[in-house]
């Protein structure tokens, strides 16, 4: 039942990538995953082999839905990994503007669904969020049981840090910050061959300890398993890559340790079937 996002304060470091792999991992260790995303780029899909064309979604169609506790159901794809998608779906910018505004008016218009969701004891979330400060991402982080924020190695990241590590950005439920162990933080993109960003990536490890739960190297066996809309770890599981999402994925698994899946189900009924499930 744990809901795990993925964050970052700016766009391009790997957020939707990671996450991506995590659910992967989970999914790989017979949880039930349902991938969540929260950004209107609409792209978390693509890396689970689904159609990056197909328009609908769950966050462009809140507003519509009959029931907001259900409002999921319809939405819920399943792609060719196994892992279970809920696409942002297609929106114009004044859209986006439009569902922000509504979410913030009415959080429950998100909570509710997720809540259902979350309701079945097997099922793991894994959210995507859009980068910086978003409405989605600000009114899941009242429900989140982990939150993975993903920065680079570089200079702009690590002076960032003091803002970011959960003092400041990063806040839970009734805006206090996210206790250490509901918070990790991944530095991705390593350049194996630069000193300044290894010497990046060592900086934020100081200043981070053991809230640091991963060193990601650049590896370009990272977008070619996108661009095959497969995990790294099935295109190319010897990859340094696919050894450092690994570890960094297990450390998230450790930190909210659901309890694993011995059997399918239909996550469809995952809500609604909880009631009748323990009588
Ligand atoms: N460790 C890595 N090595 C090489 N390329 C990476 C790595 N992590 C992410 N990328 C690439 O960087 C780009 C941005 O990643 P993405 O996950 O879309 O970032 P975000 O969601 O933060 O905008 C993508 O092309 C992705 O394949
Ligand atoms: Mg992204």
Excluded: C
Excluded at 14 to 23: D, E, F, H, M, R
Excluded at 68 to 82: D, N, V
């Amino acid at each position: 039942m744990p809901l795990i996002a993925f964050a970052s304060p700016k766009g391009g470091v790997g957020k939707t990538t990671l996450a991506a792999n995590t659910a992967y991992e989970f999914a790989r260790l017979g949880h039930r995953v349902v991938a969540l995303d929260l950004d209107a780029q609409n792209a978390l899909g693509m890396h689970f082999g689904a159609d990056p064309y197909e328009r609908a979604g769950l966050i462009t169609s809140l507003k519509d839905a009959a029931s907001p506790r259900h409002a999921w159901q319809t939405q819920l794809q399943e792609t060719p990994s196994g892992i279970a998608l809920l696409p942002h779906g297609h929106a114009t910018f004044a859209q986006t503007f439009a569902i922000n505004t509504d979410l913030i008016a009415t959080p429950e218009l998100l909570i509710a669904p997720l809540k259902d969701i979350l309701s079945d004891p097997e099922v793991v979330i894994i959210a995507d969020t859009p980068p910086g400060p978003g409405a989605a991402a600000s009114v899941i982080s009242a429900i989140v049981d982990y939150m993975v924020v993903v920065l680079l190695s570089d200079a702009a990241s690590v002076v960032q840090l003091p803002k970011i590590d959960g003092r400041g950005m990063y806040r839970g439920a009734s805006g206090a910050p996210f206790p250490v162990e509901h918070l990790g933080f991944v530095v991705n993109q390593i350049e194996m061959r630069s000193r300044l960003s290894r010497g990046a990536a060592d900086a934020a490890e100081r200043h981070l300890g053991s809230r640091l739960i991963g060193r990601v190297y650049r590896d370009e066996h990272v977008p070619e398993a996108l661009a095959r809309q497969s995990s790294v770890a099935d295109y190319a599981p010897a990859s340094k890559a696919a050894q450092d999402i690994s570890a960094m994925a297990l450390k998230v698994v450790e930190a909210v340790a659901p309890p694993a899946r011995t059997n399918g189900g239909d996550l469809h009924g995952a809500g609604a079937s909880k009631e009748t499930a323990t009588t």
